[in-house]
């Protein structure tokens, strides 16, 4: 168990549906990172938070936001869904925010968009 | 532009027999941060180690060794004496200086038969 707590487990949805991905970080880290795995993308870095600020942001769609917050629990919204945003979301934190940080990622939300 | 090369798609092995899994890097900043992930049949992502850029010593943790050559732009991981709870996807990922948001390669898939 990583200490990284991420729900839901599983989400299905139709297109064109907005849903929050919720993630509670290892107590003690600062650092909340956004990831999406997909068969044909891969894993894909979509944005960072340290400290409830944005630190780094990557192949994040315009449709996607997220926010980390004074709590240091982060939200990743995901509105108007489309079929191929079918994925596993990965939330992973960290003490530091820096390039060089060990992260720990929780066991990741499913989404199904129908 | 930063990349991270993982030719393996997928390699299988017999238990015991010792396994290496290719990771080559693209990178132009002189500071950067390598890294290895385990992600299990369960699907969460474990990491396994980090390296900077100017430390090249190689590392060994129990049957696990890890081989960093700068003059080839290489981190290769060596498993001794493999073992059917090794079979996972494995991921090389890189950071930067520059960059916070970890590149990661495409994975290979690792079997251990027994």
């Known amino acids: 168990d990583s200490g990284v707590t991420q729900t839901p487990k599983h989400l299905i949805t139709a297109t064109g549906q907005r849903v929050t991905l919720r993630c509670s970080p290892r107590?003690?880290?600062?650092?909340v990172y956004w990831y999406q795995q997909s068969l044909d993308q891969g894993l894909q870095f979509l944005i960072q938070?340290?400290?409830?600020?944005?630190?780094a942001k990557g192949n994040i769609l315009e449709r996607f936001s997220a926010q980390q917050f004074p709590d240091l629990h982060s939200e990743l919204n995901l509105s108007s869904l489309e079929l191929g945003d079918s994925a596993l979301y990965f939330c992973?934190?960290?003490?530091?925010?820096?390039?060089?940080?060990?992260?720990?990622f929780g066991q990741g939300t499913r989404l199904t968009v129908v | 532009a930063q990349k991270v090369t993982q030719a393996q798609t997928e390699i299988s092995v017999v238990e015991k027999e010792d396994v290496t899994l290719d990771c080559v890097y693209e990178?132009?900043?002189?500071?950067?941060?390598l890294f290895w992930y385990k992600q299990p049949p369960s699907g969460e992502l474990v990491f396994l180690i980090r390296?900077?850029?100017?430390d090249e010593q190689n590392e060994i943790s129990g049957r696990y060794s890890w081989n960093f050559q700068k003059s080839t732009s290489s981190f290769n991981f060596t498993i001794t004496a493999s073992q059917v709870v090794d079979s996972a996807v494995y991921f090389c990922?890189?950071?930067?200086?520059?960059?916070?948001?970890?590149?990661w390669g495409a994975g290979t898939k690792l079997i251990i038969k027994p």
């Open positions: 990178t132009r900043d002189t500071t950067y941060y």
């Open positions: 938070y340290y400290n409830g600020e944005e630190r």
């Open positions: 992973a934190s960290s003490v530091a925010g820096g390039p060089f940080a060990e992260a720990f």
């Open positions: 990922a890189l950071s930067e200086d520059s960059n916070y948001q970890l590149i």
């Open positions: 107590s003690g880290d600062l650092s």
């Open positions: 390296r900077n850029s100017f």
